[in-house]
């Protein structure tokens, strides 16, 4: 199978456009993984099988493992939601981009060593450096557009040729780069009509990851009906803190579950 | 000392704008390297050790360790050259950015879990995703302009209002987002023309990384003429396959240390 068809074969089965983050920060660990050494993958596998059945993917952030040094707990997590919960794809999100000799060790690094069924890329550097993940073809590649910071503008936004950057970004990947089929765009929910004029430039069959429900203030409603495709589908809405962190009680695995599940509900009202 | 007092001084003392790049290709490594189980570490020790007296920074790419699993030996590289070559700057060339929160754990792992003086970061997030670097007043932010790789131009050489998109990127830099006087930018030895440009957006004390030399075809009197400051300094030239692997015998280490010396010899006919 590969990434694509992975996804939407959940997006049926599990009736969910969910992508569940996975961004361990320690300090906002329920107060039981005090004194668990292996805390960071033990409270992941917890969330990870608490919210699976909610989720259409899993985005683990690389930066909160790398930060701590616990890249052997990111293996272990990935490996474990394959054997657990093998519906269920996984995205690295790493956001690499580097040129193509250099960008086939970050391939080595999310495919091979991490064996995630996609990866997040910046396209700053242009195609040679996208081209060792595109190469993959049952992998995802999962590249930035318009993304959900407050400062995502200050590039994205530039206007060439009378369209914005994330417009032609958003036709390269679509027109040029996606020839394997395995392609997404990265749009955030803090941007709607955004959303809406991306979609329309890609068509039907490019998946978004949307960040920045939740936290970071994007709304459910705006975000499902600007973006959906024709099948009411098309999204991984993701979010992270919000479902991670939602109680430091010795609950945290259900409140997560109960998290996941209402921004299921929420986002289906609207399919 | 900052990493930009520190490059300074590294200049004059080492009278050399050389920046080595540290990038681990086990499958290069000469034979004698075959049976050691700490390879990685202990080739790029070796290369450290012999070129550290022609080099004016060490540059360790993240992702020829990543791949590898080797973070171990990364953080412990960096440790060796700081212990042993306490004059020489190491760039963590890891090309991050995510939005704010997430690049906050970028820069812990850049500048606290390996210690690095700088970080290579990318631009596309805007600069709210530059910040937690730019934040580090001590530390160095090597942020992507116009890159060596063929498909630079695929976005970079889009023009805005008259002008491409990696000069609007240099001048965002130097005139906003260089508060702290701790960047510098990544202009490729593979587009003189564009150096030139670059510098006339900068001024005299914005220091380039130039990757390009050697493997990648870039043309050191071109470099030098075009990009060097009104001292003579300014560049940061990196090579790394050209020196990494200049022998697969015995001489390894000598051999790189020629490659380093004749670089920096080349450098300093054209300052």
New interface residues.
Partial sequence: MTFTSSLKQRWNDADSLVCVGL?PEPAKFPARFANDADAVFSFCRDIADATAQYACAFKP?I??F??L?A?DALARLIAHIHATHPGVPVILDS??????S??Q??A??AF??YAADAVTA????????VQPFLDRADRGVVI?CR??????????D???DGRP?YQ??AE?VAREWNTNGNCSLVVGATWPAQLKEVRAIVGDDVPFLV?GVGA?GGDVEAVVTNAKNAAGTGLMVSSSRAILYASKGDDYAEAAANAARELQDQINRFR
Same sequence: chains 1, 2.
């Fill in positions: 961004d952030q930066a909160h790398a930060a040094g890249e956001k690499r981009g580097d040129i193509g250099t960008a060790h970050y080595a690094e091979d060593r910046n396209p700053y550097l242009g195609r040679d450096s930035l993304t959900s910071n407050p400062g995502a503008g200050d590039l994205q530039l206007v060439i950057l032609h970004v390269k960040p970071q």
